[in-house]
């Protein structure tokens, strides 16, 4: 049977008698005026952040991890420092150690600190590095030596601030090394420098492309094997 029923356009509602259908891309635009006047109303710091890029390379954000790689004399390239009058006596202090040290130093806008930063935490100072010394695991078992020791095997983790605290907390209670996969996993990046305190210049780490061939080299040379997990009940002590 026919269906004589008057049907709505096909995506909206019926129009009024007399009015063409409403569209959803019938929006009116704003006058360039009223346009004009939002964008200057954003805030100077969100535009800044727009145009800045971050630099390439990398970097070790934030003071205490400064400090920590002029004191260990890890290889630093450049010390990028915070404009203007931001600086306080700490700073200043630690500007003076790098100078003394011979680091080139050059002075950038905050914002592209924020740029490199990983969690806009760099406290007016990152320092341009090489590229992170990954070691192998023949040298952490070098290191590990005869007697008992601890290596710590990470099995993806995938965020570079949760990384950097385990292997803070690894150099704490003094493992031998840490080893990571080589994909589909943190790796030491600005946002590690900073959470690990610096303790990524002082561990031996490990990047390998199979996690279950280097438990093998591990159990190889005597080390027992115990696996973590935050679901366990049972404790490994």
């Known amino acids: 049977m026919a269906d004589n029923r008057k049907r709505a356009p096909r995506g909206g509602k019926q129009a009024a008698s007399g009015s063409r259908p409403i569209r959803r891309n019938d929006r009116a635009a704003a006058p360039k005026g009223q346009r004009d006047r ?3 109303a954003r805030p100077q710091r969100d535009r800044n952040r727009d145009a800045v890029q971050a630099p390439k390379g990398e970097f070790i954000e934030g003071r205490r991890a400064a400090a920590e790689a002029l004191r260990t004399g890890f290889p630093i ?5 915070v404009e203007g009058g931001e600086r306080d006596a700490a700073l200043s202090r630690l500007v003076d ?7 080139r ?9 924020d740029a490199l930063s990983s969690h806009g935490a760099h406290q007016g100072i990152a320092l341009e590095v090489g590229n992170f010394p990954y070691a192998d695991v023949a040298d952490i078992l070098d290191r590990a030596g005869d007697g008992p020791a601890l290596v710590v095997v990470l099995d993806h983790v995938t965020d570079d601030g949760n990384f950097g605290a385990i292997v803070r ?4 209670v003094g493992a031998a ?6 994909k589909r996993a943190a790796g030491v990046t600005v946002g590690s420098y900073k959470t690990s305190a610096g303790a990524v210049m002082h561990l031996p780490i490990a990047q390998v492309p199979n996690i279950a061939r280097a438990l093998d080299d591990l159990k190889a040379a ?3 094997v115990g696996g973590a997990s935050e679901h366990a009940e049972g404790s490994c002590w």
């Open 38 to 40: 939002a964008q200057a």
């Open 77 to 81: 390239k450049c010390a990028l420092i």
């Open 97 to 103: 150690d790098l100078n003394a040290a011979g680091v």
């Open 105 to 113: 130093i050059k002075y950038v806008p905050r914002a592209q600190l």
């Open 169 to 172: 907390s690894a150099e704490v």
């Open 177 to 182: 090394g840490v080893v990571i996969a080589n």
């Open 222 to 224: 005597g080390f027992w």
